[in-house]
């Protein structure tokens, strides 16, 4: 729409009119005041600022016209888009829309490329570190669509949460068991919040570091920790299997060996049985009742694998958690017991009830047994690795683990010599 030189010039005079209404306005309110003699210059500064932002918004305003002659319309509308998506209501764009500037008030629609990274923020947030509280980080992870089906085209990921004091020692070994397979994976690293050193950015740790709070064995707060990288691992949409790590645990298979078998799974893996002895049974506590039963109690290991589904379950809960705070204590641990006894009580139905981690408890005591450097051998890690039977998707399987845990940093150094050609890593 072609805006006339006469309408132009018509607005034109209009405002310098206004305008000079304004200054005689100003005039004679100075002579009364001067006159009753009750002048204040405060009053006067604020005034005249006033009438120096009228002036400032008018030459804009002026500016604009007259630059419509010059200047082609798509140079503004880019600048127009991006003012309404930063604040469609600012008095700014409302201003802009009522200058006629434009044939349409509707604004061009947003391309798709445009849109589809709106989505990809959604779909998994690019920064790990964030500020919002854990209740706020809760509620966000809880959210599930209501579609069955996905708007892009989703792989879905295995979420490895590491839950360490500070640097991985095995960190090495894990680098090799990851490379090659990006976009199948995501790293999420839990340490005591005091560490922040930060891995080189060719490592796959490079700012994989979640905001953390410090961890206390056998406490709440353990349990904390491991639903805090549950719900920042549920931000990635894609994220579809999430398993717990610690500092001490190794790959006990290639990647593609791992990844197969934890996604073609129909069941979680969270160890879940009924213990008579006093480190079972006998840790329950009678104030739980009637939320939580002697039946319904279940002890476990605290090494999980749950599926995308159990993980929302279990940031979800309001109900178990409190419960469990309260009267789960030591000697009672809770990160023993409270996964083990919730997912009983939600979905027994979606859990194998054994654990994907192998640890080895024959030597007795509350710690099982930590290997070190002459610890490791072929033979040692294929018994981990085929010495058991177990039921996997209703069939019988000889992989039953593939983690295993606790591995001191001294057998980094065989580890890595023994396991490109046994777990077929790339070398
Ligand atoms: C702009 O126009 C809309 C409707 O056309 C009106 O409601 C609004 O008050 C106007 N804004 C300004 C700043 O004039
Ligand atoms: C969408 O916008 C981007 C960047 O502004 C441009 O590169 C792309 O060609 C546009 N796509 C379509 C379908 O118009
Ligand atoms: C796991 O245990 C629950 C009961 O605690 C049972 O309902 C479920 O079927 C078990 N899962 C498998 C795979 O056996
Ligand atoms: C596992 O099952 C196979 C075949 O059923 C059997 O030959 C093997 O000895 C079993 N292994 C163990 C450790 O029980
Ligand atoms: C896994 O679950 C799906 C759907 O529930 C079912 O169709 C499939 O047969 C199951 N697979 C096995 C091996 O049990
Ligand atoms: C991974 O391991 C499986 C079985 O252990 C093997 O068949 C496969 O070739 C290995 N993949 C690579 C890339 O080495």
Redesign the pocket.
């Given at each position: 729409m072609p805006i006339s030189h006469s309408y132009i010039k018509a607005h034109k005079e209009m405002k310098q009119c206004r305008f000079t209404l304004f200054v005689k306005e100003l005039s004679i309110r100075i002579r009364r005041e001067v006159r009753e003699g009750s002048f204040q210059i405060t009053t006067t500064i604020v005034f005249c600022l006033s009438v120096a932002f009228f002036v400032v918004i008018l030459g804009m305003f002026i500016n604009d016209h007259v630059r419509k002659f010059i200047v082609s319309e798509e140079f503004y509308l880019p600048q127009l888009t991006k003012f309404s998506q930063l604040s469609p209501w600012s008095p700014y764009s409302q201003f802009l829309c009522n200058t006629s500037l434009f044939s349409s008030p509707t604004l061009p629609p947003l391309n798709s490329s445009t849109s589809s990274r709106a989505l990809r923020d959604l779909i998994a947030p690019k920064e790990l570190w964030h500020s919002m509280n854990d209740k706020e980080l809760m509620w966000r992870a809880s959210m599930v669509p209501h579609f069955v089906d996905y708007p892009y085209d989703r792989t879905p990921k295995v979420a490895f949460m590491f839950l360490s004091r500070g640097r991985l020692p095995l960190a090495s070994l894990w680098e090799k068991f990851f490379k090659g397979h990006a976009g199948l994976y995501s790293i999420y690293l839990h340490t005591s919040p005091e560490f922040n050193t930060e891995m080189p950015e060719s490592s796959v740790f490079y700012k994989r570091r979640i905001p953390s709070k410090s961890v206390d064995w056998g406490k709440a707060t353990m349990v904390d920790a491991e639903r805090r990288l549950l719900a920042n691992a549920l931000l990635d949409f894609s994220n579809e299997r999430f398993v717990l790590l610690s500092e001490t645990c190794i790959p006990l298979f290639n990647f593609t060996t791992i990844y197969k078998y934890l996604i073609n799974s129909n069941h979680s893996f969270v160890s879940s049985f009924d213990d008579p002895r006093h480190i079972g049974r006998g840790r329950y506590n009678k104030r739980m009742f009637p939320t939580v039963t002697l039946p319904d109690w279940r002890k476990g290991s605290q090494w999980f694998e749950v599926h995308r589904k159990l993980a929302i379950e279990i940031v979800s809960d309001v109900t178990y958690y409190p419960i469990f705070q309260e009267h789960c204590r030591p000697p009672c641990y809770m990160d023993e017991h409270y996964l083990a006894t919730l997912v009983n009580k939600l979905r027994p139905d979606l859990n194998s009830n054994r654990s994907i981690t192998w640890v080895d408890w024959s030597r007795g005591g509350s710690h099982p047994t930590k290997f070190v450097r002459k610890d490791v051998s072929e033979a040692f890690l294929n018994q981990a690795r085929h010495?058991?039977?177990c039921s996997y998707n209703s069939g019988?399987s000889?992989i039953c683990f593939l983690f295993a845990r606790k591995f001191h940093p001294s057998t980094l150094e065989p580890l890595l010599r023994i396991a490109p050609s046994l777990l077929g890593f790339d070398p």
């Open positions: 010495g058991f039977n019988l000889s």
